[in-house]
């Protein structure tokens, strides 16, 4: 059975990068009829926090990536990889290693003097015939690996192709500290084989790693599992995706009125396609998905992009819906919806216009506070030549039919009296009710308000 995994570090929010893996390694799992696992690798005990853990959770919740098993934290599984390196120190596969930390660091500065690649030398390192230096008193040990010295290791990278390293390159990894805390590359290759994961999907930045991480698991007698690096993403001025870029974290998108179908069809088209298909659901995505189709190169996002997707999917949700994501975003500015107009119909009206939740929270908001349209605006528009006409539309507004129709023939019969063309009577109907001079069908607006509201703004406006 296929087995992927999402392992972020609990240390920040989860950006888009690790979403966009998350995405992949989830939907790889699902095409295959496989499990997808989440594991907190928490062992970073200075920086990881619970708040940390609980916005990874909030945000997988939030783009629907539900996990098959877990979350597991490593910080619960000490005794496991201490039962490991006891066997690998047993095994002769790893060794005890009482370099100092001050001897390291002139170690590297020596080695460099001489034009060398900064490694350690290999002093605490068992070979056959070799007489080991006598542990010093008071020296607490790290525990290195025992990597091979000949040979290469190498694997065929299911995005980036065949990567091979000389064993030579890699010099003994520490992989438990002086207090026999693990390292993370220990963590991640115990963890892995435990959890009998077949596919590790995760961000080339990880490259590195993993020629270590596979000689550790051969040295475990574990099964190595496929490994596809994903390419870094690009901001949209091509550099590196930062903070400044808005990466802060995927709750920020639904902070900014992103609808999480949105930003997921978003990410899926972050280095991966299938043909020119650009919109598409989950259930398409999984089925669709392969790993033969992710693009080596970096990926680059491009907020355009995500806004008309977003703008699509808008479009075609339902209004209640919608009504449900809005109303909180109008109470959190202190904006409290009433049952009249209905939310759900002022977002029918205005949701093929607008890009984000917040702004169809703008648009909505007109309906429900204490209007005072600018000063400006209504000396532009509400003008001489626009009163009478204003004044029969507020006379024919208390007693006409309160529907569209209704409202557009009371219009078209007050522009026809004046002589005049509509936007003259259309326009300050807009400022005077929404304090706006864009909105869709200045009828269909109106017919939104309450009539009495409607009265009480023209009048406002000093409309007799």
Request: net charge negative; with cysteine.
């Amino acid at each position: 059975m296929i087995r992927t995994r999402f392992a972020p570090s609990p240390t920040g929010f989860l950006h888009i990068g690790g979403a966009r893996t998350a995405l992949f390694s989830w939907a790889f799992a699902r095409h295959h009829g496989g499990k997808f696992v989440l594991r907190i690798e928490d062992t970073d005990v200075a920086r990881s926090t619970p708040e940390a853990v609980q916005a990874i959770i909030d945000g997988m919740n939030w783009l629907g990536l539900a996990h098959d098993e877990g979350p597991f934290y490593q910080m619960q599984r000490m005794d496991r990889y201490k039962e490991v390196l006891q066997q690998m120190l047993e095994n002769g596969s790893a060794y005890y290693c009482y370099t100092t930390p001050e001897e390291l660091e002139q170690m590297r500065e020596d080695q460099r003097a001489k034009g060398l690649k900064p490694r350690y030398d290999g002093t605490w390192r068992p070979e056959p015939g070799k007489t080991l230096p006598t542990p010093p008193a008071g020296v607490q040990p790290v525990v290195r690996f025992r990597n091979l010295t000949e040979g290469t290791v190498a694997w065929n990278d299911l995005v980036k192709g065949r990567i091979e390293i000389a064993n030579a390159e890699l010099d003994d990894l520490v992989i438990a500290r002086a207090d026999m805390t693990p390292t993370y590359n220990f963590c991640v290759v115990v963890d892995d084989w435990d959890m009998g994961i077949t596919h590790v999907i995760r961000g080339d930045d990880h490259v590195n790693n993993t020629p270590r991480q596979i000689n550790i698991l051969k040295a475990l007698g574990a099964d190595v599992p496929l490994y596809a690096h994903l390419s870094m993403i690009l901001g949209d001025d091509g550099q590196k995706l930062s903070k400044r870029h808005g990466a802060v974290s995927v709750m920020q998108y639904d902070h900014d009125g992103y609808l999480p179908e949105a930003v997921l069809n978003y990410l899926a088209r972050l280095g991966w396609s299938h043909g020119d298909d650009e919109v598409f659901s989950m259930q398409q995505f999984c089925e669709w998905f392969d790993l033969d189709h992710i693009t080596p190169s970096a990926a680059q996002f491009n907020t355009e992009k995500l806004n008309w997707l977003n703008a699509h999917y808008l479009k075609q949700a339902e209004d209640e819906r919608l009504a449900r994501l809005v109303q909180p975003r109008l109470e959190a500015r202190g904006v409290m919806v009433t049952v009249e107009p209905s939310l759900a119909a002022i977002i029918a009206l205005y949701k093929e216009r607008v890009s984000t939740l917040n702004e169809l929270a703008d648009a909505a908001e007109v309906f429900y506070i204490d209007l005072h349209p600018a000063h400006e605006l209504v000396a532009q528009h509400v003008t001489a030549e626009a009163k009478p006409a204003l004044a029969d539309f507020l006379a024919g507004a208390r007693t006409v039919t309160w529907e569209a129709s209704a409202i557009s023939a009371l219009i078209k019969a007050c522009i026809g009296k004046h002589g005049l063309k509509m936007p003259k009577l259309a326009m300050p109907l807009r400022v005077l009710l929404t304090g706006q001079t864009q909105t869709p069908s200045v009828d269909a607006v109106i017919s939104l308000f309450p009539r009495d509201l409607v009265l009480k703004r023209l009048a406002a406006g000093g409309i007799e």
